[in-house]
């Protein structure tokens, strides 16, 4: 079902000098979306964001004012985001293979208060990384990655991953640092077969934490959740949980109307503009998928909350066509504003974003991390 958006939310005084297509950042939703997750979790203390949604230096600033000091990332270059943006816990939730091993050491070298945290499910990068935090003379936390079920990276609870765990412990330059549960394949619309799903995902972790507790291990934290997730681990009561949603701080079309139960506003919306009427009833506008995520299916991809009959019919690398029986209302080189499905992905596409307050154009802000390195 489309959401209804509030369209006062949306309002830009003059839109005639803004580039299209282009990404607008509303920062009083912004605000507002974090203040909310935070509420959801209990306290600022139990979350630990992830910013791949926005790899943006100043909305991680907006978090950190808020008290949000545990940050959680995908890439070298986020982790380097975090750290110039302040933050001094940062959990990079990828196995270090390759180069990225002699990458998370530079970045703890340009850095050393930082606490860095990696995860690994398997013996040989973790010797590997091992090595190469001894010879660098730093330490890195390393989490065990579990396999909750969504079976793409992770180990399952086990035998084999107690003994992982211990290696971790038992290793120079490495230290236990806990588990990373994270659970993207519940996804469920309905909040009471999610929170079945999630409950059976901590039974899971939560089981494998004593076991290891009881083989004599340190298990300081246990990092779940995502957007659909995290307020259902919010409501558990263990102090180990750190709360890792990252879509929430953007959020999109596609997860507000996947679960209307999380009160979170789309706060990233592009600007696009009629380029061409190719036909009756059809608008073609410069939103192609360089400037819009194509990873949902092929005619959802985005939301106008304007024209909330639009059908996409054709999605080109430069162009994207929409059926509408209100494309006579329009003139070629009027503007739209459309919500993505899919916001993390989409902000990847952007170098900048202009950020807009009451109404008004007030920054532009640089999408930091959307490059796979900064300078390390
Ligand atoms: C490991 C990990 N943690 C947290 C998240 C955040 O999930 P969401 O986008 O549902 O907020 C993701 C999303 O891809 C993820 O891969």
Redesign the pocket.
């Known amino acids: 079902m489309t959401a209804k958006y509030i369209m006062s939310d949306y309002a830009i005084a003059d839109t005639s000098n803004l580039l299209s297509p282009s990404l607008i950042i509303f920062r009083e939703l912004v605000e507002q979306n974090i203040d909310q997750m935070i509420r959801v979790a209990g306290d600022a203390s139990r979350l630990r964001p992830?910013c791949?949604?926005h790899k943006m230096e100043a909305v991680t600033k907006i978090a950190l004012a808020r008290g949000i000091t545990k940050h959680?990332c995908?890439t070298i270059a986020e982790a380097e985001m975090l750290a110039t943006a302040g933050v001094r816990n940062i959990f990079l939730?990828y196995n270090l293979v390759g180069p990225n091993i002699a990458r998370a050491v530079a970045l703890l070298k340009k850095h050393p208060d930082l606490m860095l945290a990696v995860t690994s499910d398997a013996t040989q990068p973790l010797q590997a990384l091992s090595a190469a935090a001894l010879a660098g003379n730093v330490t890195v936390e390393v989490l065990l990655d579990v396999d909750s079920g969504m079976g793409r990276t992770g180990i399952k609870p086990g035998d084999a991953a107690v003994k992982l765990y211990q290696t971790i412990g038992s290793l120079p330059g490495v230290m236990q640092g806990g588990l990373h549960l994270?659970d993207?394949q519940n996804h469920q619309s309905s909040l009471g077969e999610r929170t079945e799903a999630v409950n059976a995902v901590w039974q899971l972790g939560a089981s494998f934490r004593d076991e290891l507790v009881a083989a004599g291990c340190e298990v300081p934290r246990i990092v779940a959740g995502?957007?659909?997730s995290f307020p259902i681990f919010a409501d558990i009561d263990d102090s180990a949980i750190e709360l890792?949603?990252?879509?929430?701080v953007l959020h999109d079309a596609g997860y507000g109307e996947s679960y209307p139960d999380l009160k979170f506003k789309p706060a990233a919306v592009l600007l696009t503009r009629i380029v061409s009427k190719p036909g009756e009833n059809r608008l073609c506008l410069d939103l192609g998928n360089k400037a819009v995520a194509s990873d949902p299916a092929a005619g959802n991809r985005v939301r106008f909350p304007d024209l909330p009959d639009a059908r996409e019919l054709m999605h080109n690398e430069e162009h994207l066509v929409i059926e509408t029986d209100r494309a006579c209302d329009f003139e070629v080189g009027d503007a739209l504003l459309a919500i993505p499905i899919h916001v993390?992905p989409t902000s990847a596409l952007h170098a900048d974003v202009y950020v807009v307050r009451q109404g008004e154009v007030e920054d532009i802000w640089d999408v930091t991390a959307r490059n796979r390195k900064l300078t390390i």
């Open positions: 992830h791949k949604t959680k995908a939730a994270y993207g995502g957007t659909p890792s949603p990252g879509t929430v993390c």
